[in-house]
């Protein structure tokens, strides 16, 4: 079974809904990357997405 990588972003902004899920970890980090971006205009790099944002599921 393959991992699937995760970002729930309700554990970081407590009234945002927004949940990605993908099992390409690149493709999970670049909609983080934009959902950050445009949903609350805060830049993160993809080492911080990676290591404090998303959970392998
Ligand atoms: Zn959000």
New binding site residues.
């Given amino acids: 079974m393959a991992d699937a990588y995760k970002l729930d972003?309700?554990s970081?902004?407590v009234d945002?809904?927004?949940i990605i899920q993908s099992e390409d970890e690149a493709e999970a980090i670049e909609l983080a990357t934009a959902?950050?971006r445009e949903?609350?205009d805060q830049d993160y790099s993809d080492d911080e997405l990676r290591e404090e944002h998303l959970q392998v599921v």
């Fill in positions: 972003c309700e970081e902004a945002c809904r927004f959902h950050m949903g609350h």
